[in-house]
């Protein structure tokens, strides 16, 4: 049965009243495409069937792994608005994305302080990260506070790397491009100012003990030596990079965060894409056990995990 209504722009049909305004409305809503990114070239990509993301967390820019645990250990930057927010917590993560503790440190800010972590990193025992002009470290099993050292002249320090030493190294990406040093007792100075760092983000320690740096502003990889010395200059696929691991036996990952591509470089070898479509694809860290990159997505509050052994 079939026939129109009184009131203007309904119908009734088999009962059913249906407002043509608010179909036609309807029709008008657009739908999102999946996940993708616009890569170098400026060609829209699609994130590979290889990757996997989880969330939810809040600006989650680096990750690390604690072996021990077999946990991801996930910093989150909180608002990243008011100067004095004092927001900044970590999760830690099982590895298959799901969530272990949301809010390990930072479930309380009693006797914490944790604006906006930034790079992290672990070694002996100890996390570490960037805030706002300081190195923190934390007590890598039960998350209690331990060093802040501040490093005067910084003014955005981002990735952070540390030797097996205790040296710390870490990128001031802007506006001033440099490699700070702080040794393990706190003493900070300036290791490497302007070219060839180009918008410096990721740092990571290669087996040798030398300090490797990607670019956001290019697609340098960066070798030095811990005396700021540049040794040796790689390339990944694209530029506007951020994350950055390196195995045992010297190969590199490196995330592009503006481009969302992650690149492979075997030694000696040139660079291949291994992932693509990875909106901002910032710090990323290798999980040793499972055998897989963990990237966090920033603004995306998410983590994306990409399968090396696919």
Known sequence: MYGHNKLSG???????IICWQQAAFAQSIQTADPLSTINEAGEAVTMTDNVKVYGSFHFAESCTFDPERNLIIAMNAGNR???????????LINPDGSAHTIRWI???????????PIGSAV???????VDRGVVRSFDQ???QPRDAYPVPGSTFLNGIGVAEDGTIYASNTRPEGRLYKVTADGQPSLLVDGEPLNVPNGVAIDPDGNVVVVNIGDNAVLTFNSDGELIRTEYAHEAGNDGLVILDDGTKYVSSVRFGSVSRIRPGQEAEVIAAGIPSAASMCYDSTQHQLVIPMNNNNSLAFVDLDD
Do not use: F, K, M, Q
């Open 10 to 16: 309904y119908a009734v049909i088999t009962g059913v």
């Open 123 to 129: 070694r002996n025992g100890l996390l570490y990260t």
């Open 106 to 116: 930072g479930a309380s800010r009693d006797g914490l302080e944790l604006h906006d």
């Open 81 to 91: 608005v008011e100067e004095d927010d004092d927001d900044g917590y970590v999760s």
């Open 141 to 143: 099993a039960t998350g």
